[in-house]
């Protein structure tokens, strides 16, 4: 899975020769293979080394503060996303929800790398909520959407309808 | 900005210290734990930072992270790297360590918890030779590890035991007055006491966190497995399969030939792939093949069932053709080569075939003959004319490798006529892009020539239904399974059983007499013919169904020749023939992360693994361990040191070690009287329950999974000697003496339970342990019947032999040399220029066919190379005295030279004589 992503953020990033990875361990830790160096291990870890070497420093924050959330919410992503339990989900919707409620992004105003990889691990979550429930996180829903059209983003997973409130179906225009 | 932190939180610790460290001004405000600080949280999280922006961070790292930034110090990758371990490994490790000590009050349980990452650490600080985490300079890792361990690496009473540069590392922070005092703030001098109230407030962690979900595709020791609980009745049960004693009457009898199916008994043929007979094997061809399938061997003999392992070289075709013409002999001089080079490999690795024959003999030619008439008089073969490449040049028909082209599927520019090598598609020749003759370079014509074709689509009503049976009640693996599914979602079709070529069992049919049976039908065959080549009675094996269960052992490439063309082939000659009932495929073994390629000298060869002074034995256990269940895996040179070093000498060895020689020593050589206690019969529980595992995993073929049972019961081994401090209960009272002899004898019979499970992986060393301990052989009789039965073997009174050390240390530098020598980095480290050379394939001038080791050490040579890193050498020569003139830091001195005794060793690699595998020690200037 992480691997996967790992991909999808390397075209997204436009890097044109793909990296190699492995995964170690039960958790299946990516690890990124180094020519001039030692392998670096961890989803965090790889995606923040892959979005320097496209030279594309913003997408880690452009101030001091906002580089510290983007780590923030890339550390929760596989802290407390990946292999959350029904049960933790709940809670982690219901602050996300309340986080959201003033936010475009993850780290404010600007995509970073934090929407990317929240959204990539909240994706399994969102496919298994009911209509009702993805209405009541109402702020996860918009902020979901609008990365999921983020152009480039998605990938290799397939686009959630998670706002009711259209006329139309994506499909359609 | 405003810092909130509660007392006796371990994570306050973290940002306190680098708060200290960092010296940013920030208003630190003391709360309660379950204040609620961040907006957004509906849990309390502390510590928390409110940024000037009016966002509140909620992470420890995140906090010191930015901390260390705006005091001009970014986090580098490597930094990052331990921050996310810390968050991901560390932590949930240390909350369950600390929650067993602190509310639990187990403290003694805490190293078990922690021994995983730590052991991490240990590795990474001793390997990384730089006094901090990332390089010379304390960064934002140094003090988030060093504030998160404080906790328990300050608590004495915990036992984890020594690691020399977790030590010295951790002393290095302690010197540091920032984080002393942020440990006093917030523990208040009260160490684990101080964190109770917090800890009380926290969930207890589920131990299923740390449980491994998926328990076929794990790392065996990197996930460990929580405690299990021993209810009484265990113990006792337990405790009356100790007293039972050993087997009188021997299950495994020795091995007579040739041996054959027995009524009553479990009669098991065994094959293992054949390997080609052109190549020389490497690590992966073994551990897919014929070493999974020895190991299952040895373990079935141990289970009393009657087997027969049957393998040998497959030798026709027209890879060997192309050898031979390579090498300017025939192919019969090419088989009779290459066949004692896969003998004496295997016979190295100590693979125990009952048999290992080949496929080029008349018995195979008569089998093969008789199968093709049968399944000609029922009907089974159509004829058909079929489109096929001809060089007018050399006057042939192109089959499989004489030509090459670009791939129809993925474009790959060097496939081969029958199988691209990069996306592994089956191909047919004509459909190659700019097709090559392979000989002349010409480009062949499309020509039309007659073919016989086996008629799968008739046979398969009867394959599905023999399948459906076969998978159900056999163990097939999940990818042979789903590779046989998708060839039948596909529908088959007739396949082509003659070639057009000389090297080969000839068509005995008058209208084909010019051609030779395609080698996928041939091949197969070779499992009978050697089978017949062992023992006039070879129907006994192979037309006895009822009474024979036929295990096929291969890598998954091969599934589909075995799972469904040549179950075909024997359907259709009708004459009841024994059909694979287990089909066990292995995924691919990677070598350091790419493939192992003979052509570019990348890799380790059968040949080559004696050469690297490493025993059999350890050859054996790394690939076992790393076998690919399940999942591809990855040899690499530094796992298995760390494999060796880790489980093989600190864990297993150790253990057996030490029970041993507590017995030389404390008991004048003899096992003491032991006296049970509710404790050892909890570990005797224990171990037995580990061995009914390893016995259930065995059974359904997981070889590598059952490995880790081995290592489970030699870490609950040491565990217990620890515990229980037998080398200080000697100097006791009598009570305590007792006692003290106990835990030597249980724990030498442990060791001896070891021997035999070792015996399938480790067949050297397993006998080994048995003549140290003086061992009765029927113990190796007893403790694999039935479900498991852990008695004791070496009752009171026992006289044990010499004991000895098992196993040896694999020094960096050694295992350096080594990954150096065979490939894997070298190609990188080579200037662009000359690798692009080599890449291209042709070979220079004056190689021609140079044996395997002269290859390897003639890619490493390189003068220009050599040149440069002369230079550099005299350069960090200079460098290091001038350091010792100075009187620098020892530590400073020693990584300086590291570097300079790396270099040499590069130097000497581009000089071409890497292959020597003598490592320097000792000083050097």
Known sequence: ?173 | MKLFVSEGNPHCLKVLAAVEVSGVQCDVQYVNHEERVVPFLSRPALPALLLPSGLHLFSSNAICRYLFEVSGKDSSELCNQWLEWEATDLQPALLQALHLAVVQGKGSEVSKVLQGPLNYLEQSLSKGNTPYLTGEAVSVADVVLWAALYPVLSDASLALGERASIKAWFDRGAVMHSCQSAAQKVLQGKGLQGMKSYMQRQPAPSSSQCRDSQPCNGNPAESEESERAVSAEEMETAALTWNKGLNTCSMATSRQHPILPQEGKRNILLTSALPYVNNVPHLGNIIGCVLSTDVFSRYGRLRGWNMLFVCGTDEYGTATENKAREEGLTPQQICDKYHVIHSDIYKWFQIDFDFFGRTTTEKHTEIAQNIFWRNHKHGYLVEDTVEQLRCEKCQRFLADRFVEGICPHCSYPEARGDQCDKCGKLINAVELGEPQCKVCKETPSIRSSKHLFLDLPKLEGQLEQWLDKSTSTGDWTANAKQITRSWLRDGLKPRSITRDLRWGTPVPHPDFKEKVFYVWFDAPIGYLSITANYTDQWEKWWKNPQQVELYNFMAKDNVPFHSVMFPCSLLGAQDNYTLVNHLIATEYLNYEDTKFSKSRGVGVFGDMAKDTGIPSDVWRFYLLYVRPEGQDSAFSWADMALKNNSELLNNLGNFINRAGMFVTKFFEGCVPAMELQQEDKRLLALVGWELQQYIQLLDKVKIRDSLRRILNISRHGNQYIQLNEPWKKIKGGDTERQRAGTVTGVSVNIACLLSVMLLPYMPTVSQTIRDQFNAPQSCVDTMLQGTGTFVCSLSAGHRIGTVSPLFQKLEVDQIEALKKTFGGQQSDDEPPKKKTAQSAGSPPPAAGPAAAAEVVAGIGADPEKAKQLTQAVAEQGEKVRELKAQKAQKAAITAEVAKLLDLKKQLALAEGKGSDPAPQKGKKK
């Open chain 1, 1 to 173: 899975m992480a691997l996967r992503e790992l991909s999808s953020l390397e075209k997204y990033l436009g890097l044109k020769k793909p990296n190699k990875y492995s995964t170690q361990g039960d958790k299946k830790v990516p690890v990124l293979q180094n020519n001039n160096g030692p392998p670096l291990v961890g989803l965090g870890t790889i995606a923040s080394h892959l979005v320097k070497e496209a030279k594309r420093p913003n997408l880690l924050g452009d101030s001091a503060e906002s580089r510290a959330v983007v780590q923030q919410w890339l550390e929760y992503r596989v802290t407390k996303l990946d292999g959350c339990t029904k049960e933790d989900t709940k809670a982690i919707l219901k602050d996300l929800n309340l986080y959201l409620q003033d936010k475009v992004y993850m780290a404010g105003n600007q995509f970073t790398l934090a929407d990317t990889f929240m959204y990539f691990g909240i994706h399994p979550i969102i496919v298994d909520l009911s209509v009702q429930e993805k209405e009541q996180y109402v702020n996860v829903a918009r902020w979901f959407d609008h990365i999921q059209r983020c152009p480039g983003v998605r990938h290799h997973l397939p686009p959630l309808v998670v706002l009711r409130n259209r006329i139309y179906t994506s499909k359609h225009h």
